[in-house]
């Protein structure tokens, strides 16, 4: 059995038009802890999944996960980080079809890393043109076509703070993370 932190699971549900049709309270609560105050219940319900995925990497990886989980039936577990400026969070998400068309991500907190603030992650930072490429399942920065490193190492070696605005997030995925999906 996983060891969690959060009491309860973080839980979104879409339909088979992939609108979100649910989130849980844990869902909500964690929101409000990432400076997403404005992804309310309100806000989210009827809205298509696609809204809330940057990088189309990604949502081609999702697009393929939905397709295989609703063409099989079978669940598919997901490692990833969901860092903010002052933690590492170390997560799990199962993805699991739920009625037809119907799937539900659930997601656990595994472990929490404190780490000083960065604001590279802070949301409402005012940002440069510049754009730095984040994996959107491990967190890791490339820093050239063929290397992905850790966020600290990246800050260091790339001098990102010598500017006052942090450079603006663009998402992608890692070849180790690809390689993890090369199966779908």
């Not at 038009?17 to 649910?22: H, K, N, P, S, V």
């Not at 992804?39 to 319900?45: D, G, N, P, Q, S």
């Not at 997901?78 to 199962?94: G, K, L, N, Q, V």
């Not at 997601?107 to 000083?116: D, G, I, N």
Request: glycine fraction near 2%; hydrophobic fraction near 40%.
């Amino acid at each position: 059995m996983k060891k969690v932190l959060a009491p309860s699971p973080f839980i979104h549900r879409i339909d088979a038009e992939d609108r979100i049709i649910f989130v849980n309270e844990a869902w909500l609560a964690f929101a409000q802890q990432n400076d997403a105050s404005h992804l309310t219940r309100e806000a989210v319900l009827g809205q298509p999944l696609w809204c809330f995925i940057a990088g189309e990497e990604t949502q081609h990886l999702y697009t393929l996960l939905l397709s295989q989980v609703r063409s099989t039936g079978q669940r598919r577990w997901i490692p990833f980080r969901c860092d903010s400026p002052d933690r590492r969070r170390f997560m799990e998400m199962e993805i699991a079809l739920c009625a037809p068309g119907e799937v539900q991500f659930t997601s656990w907190l595994l472990r929490e890393e404190v780490r000083p603030p960065l604001p590279l992650f802070e949301a409402k930072q005012e940002r440069s043109p510049t754009l730095l490429t984040l994996c959107s399942w491990c967190k890791k920065v490339k820093i050239s076509p063929t290397e992905w490193i850790e966020v600290e190492e990246a800050i260091r070696r790339l001098d990102l703070f010598a500017d006052p605005h942090p450079p603006r997030i663009t998402h992608g995925i890692c070849p180790s993370c690809l390689a993890a999906f090369s199966t779908i």
